[in-house]
């Protein structure tokens, strides 16, 4: 995924993808995007999210609300800083 995926949270985008590799910052988790590990639970979780306009919108709105706090530059740079001020 790498830049992509932090491409779609900066667009509030639902999101359906692998299982996640790496730690990402802040409370990033389920409610962020749709894991899935085969090709059914892809298109299963994609018919989801199309019929479950709610559940769709709770998660775009869940990335704007991660990308405001977490990955917008200024924020991502203030985190870093507090981040390190943490260990001094």
Known sequence: MGWKFSE???ASR???????????????GEKNYIEFTSEDKLINGIIDLIRNKEKMISIMHNNYIYYNN??????????SILEVFKYI
């Not at 996640?20 to 802040?26: D, I, K, V």
């Not at 977490?70 to 985190?79: A, K, T």
Request: hydrophobic content about 45%; cysteine-free.
């Open 8 to 10: 779609y949270i900066a």
């Open 70 to 79: 977490y990955v917008r530059p200024d924020n991502l740079v203030l985190n």
């Open 14 to 28: 639902a999101i359906s993808s692998e299982p996640l590799h790496y730690l990402l910052p802040g409370d990033f």
